[in-house]
């Protein structure tokens, strides 16, 4: 099932791509240059993750006139809204826009809507409100239950220490990747493979096979990161302090992607209670891919950013052609379903590292030692 979904996935990216690339030539040629077409909001320069999208959208655009402008909204709704309006004032028709908190980016959304703008939400959802028409995204429930499964494969015995990590709450992807993990780490803590270690309300939730998001909110107010490598690092040294000697020895810890994973390791690494741990992570972010050549970071969930932007960029030509986009999907997105298209995910590890990574033309081998 899976290889089919890939091969019509590389359909689809083949046929963007020759559309994109036809649709910059007309533009070109036509010498309609009225401003810009397309504006991109990304959440914030300060993580890897989106400095890596940004520069696959420049490389994606590269060999084109096509007229687009990025900007970024540091972790700032005013900003976000500031700079959709700027994009909005330059005539664009479509925005690209992955919120820096998804319910917030609505009034934003809206002004966008109000102009006659078609609203991509890219990688994460704007959340209650009718002004978002389309979702381009990974599978984000994959990606929480590629990582449970990750530590469930690689944890030997019964009453494993488990600490549970989250991203932020005002992404809805923290909730996506959460419930992923816990379809597959519930069904283990039940049966005393693993035992929490770090949050009550997931310990009080531990017979519930599926979690309302009221109930995952109470577990992320315990657990999250809010995407900060700084409060993942004050989270682990606290709860590694509260811990008891029955709670330490080899764990197994749900880092939700690779900036707070390599801050979380390395807290764990410095306590010398802690005999072994296995630690998951999420980007691919080229730091992380150096700690999993060095043992540092168990693993990671590649989301081949190429593709996203690929699809963004597809999606974006067939609206300025007038044309209806495909889709793959809808999201709830607790107002309406947004239609969507979805992109798999890959687990890299140490085995495969060198394969997916260096081998796919995703990053140089020289950029790693060891490897
Ligand atoms: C998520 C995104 C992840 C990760 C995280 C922190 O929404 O899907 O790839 O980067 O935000 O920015």
Same mark, same amino acid.
């Given at each position: 099932?899976?290889?089919?979904?890939?091969?019509?996935s590389f359909?689809?990216?083949?046929?963007?791509?020759?559309?994109?690339?036809?649709?910059?030539?007309?533009? *070109?040629?036509?010498?309609? *240059?009225?401003?810009?077409?397309?504006?991109?909001v990304?959440?914030? =320069?300060?993580?890897?993750r989106?400095?890596q999208?940004?520069? @696959?959208? =420049?490389?994606?655009?590269?060999?084109?006139?096509?007229t687009?402008?990025?900007?970024?909204?540091?972790?700032?709704?005013a900003?976000e809204?500031?700079?959709?309006?700027?994009?909005? #004032?330059?005539?664009?028709?479509?925005?690209?826009?992955?919120?820096?908190?998804?319910?917030? &980016?609505?009034?934003a959304?809206?002004a966008?809507?109000?102009?006659?703008?078609?609203?991509?939400?890219?990688? @994460?959802?704007?959340? #209650?409100?009718?002004?978002?028409?389309?979702?381009?995204?990974?599978?984000?429930?994959?990606?929480?239950?590629a990582?449970?499964?990750?530590?469930?494969?690689?944890?030997n015995?019964?009453?494993?220490?488990?600490?549970?990590?989250?991203?932020a709450?005002?992404?809805?992807?923290?909730?996506?990747?959460?419930?992923? $993990?816990w379809?597959v780490?519930?069904?283990?803590?039940?049966?005393?493979?693993?035992?929490?270690a #770090?949050?009550?309300?997931?310990?009080?939730?531990? !017979?519930?096979?599926?979690l309302?998001?009221?109930?995952?909110?109470?577990?992320?107010?315990?657990?999250?990161t809010n995407?900060?490598?700084?409060?993942?690092?004050?989270?682990?040294q606290?709860?590694?302090? $509260?811990?008891?000697?029955?709670?330490?020895?080899?764990? $197994?810890?749900?880092?939700?992607? !690779?900036?707070?994973? @390599?801050?979380?390791?390395?807290?764990?690494?410095a306590?010398?209670?802690?005999?072994?741990y296995?630690?998951?992570?999420?980007?691919?972010?080229?730091?992380?891919?150096?700690?999993?050549?060095?043992?540092?970071q168990?693993?990671t969930?590649?989301?081949?950013? @190429?593709t996203?932007?690929?699809?963004?960029?597809?999606?974006? %030509?067939?609206?300025?052609d007038?044309?209806?986009?495909?889709?793959?999907?809808?999201?709830? #997105?607790?107002?309406i379903?947004?239609?969507? =298209?979805?992109?798999? %995910?890959?687990?890299? !590890?140490?085995?495969?590292?060198k394969?997916?990574?260096?081998?796919?033309?995703?990053?140089? &081998?020289?950029?790693?030692?060891?490897?």
């Open positions: 099932m899976k290889k089919g979904f890939k091969v019509i359909l689809f990216v083949a046929f963007f791509v020759v559309a994109f690339l036809a649709a910059c030539n007309s533009s *070109s040629t036509g010498g309609s *240059s009225k401003g810009v077409s397309v504006g991109i990304l959440p914030t =320069k300060d993580e890897p989106w400095v999208d940004e520069q @696959r959208f =420049k490389d994606a655009l590269a060999d084109s006139e096509y687009t402008e990025i900007l970024f909204s540091q972790g700032s709704s900003k809204k500031e700079n959709v309006e700027t994009l909005l #004032n330059k005539g664009i028709d479509v925005l690209i826009i992955s919120p820096h908190d998804g319910e917030a &980016a609505g009034a959304v809206e966008a809507k109000k102009d006659g703008v078609t609203v991509i939400a890219y990688d @994460r959802l704007i959340t #209650n409100t009718d002004a978002v028409d389309y979702y381009v995204t990974f599978d984000s429930v994959a990606v929480g239950a990582q449970a499964q990750y530590l469930v494969d690689n944890t015995g019964s009453g494993v220490p488990l600490y549970l990590y989250a991203g709450a005002s992404d809805n992807n923290a909730f996506l990747f959460f419930e992923g $993990a379809s780490l519930q069904p283990k803590i039940a049966d005393g493979t693993f035992k929490i #770090n949050s009550s309300e997931a310990t009080a939730l531990q !017979d519930k096979s599926e309302t998001r009221d109930e995952m909110s109470k577990i992320l107010g315990q657990v999250t995407w900060d490598p700084n409060e993942a690092i004050n989270k682990a606290t709860h590694l302090t $509260a811990a008891g000697a029955e709670m330490k020895g080899d764990v $197994a810890i749900l880092a939700p992607n !690779d900036g707070t994973s @390599r801050s979380i390791a390395d807290t764990f690494a306590d010398s209670e802690i005999s072994s296995i630690i998951t992570g999420q980007d691919a972010e080229k730091a992380s891919i150096q700690y999993i050549i060095d043992g540092k168990s693993m969930v590649f989301k081949d950013v @190429r996203l932007v690929k699809d963004a960029m597809g999606m974006a %030509v067939e609206i300025l007038g044309k209806t986009p495909e889709t793959t999907g809808t999201y709830d #997105n607790g107002e379903e947004v239609k969507a =298209k979805q992109t798999d %995910v890959i687990v890299v !590890d140490q085995a495969n590292v394969e997916e990574l260096i081998d796919s033309e995703y990053y140089e &081998a020289s950029e790693f030692t060891g490897l």
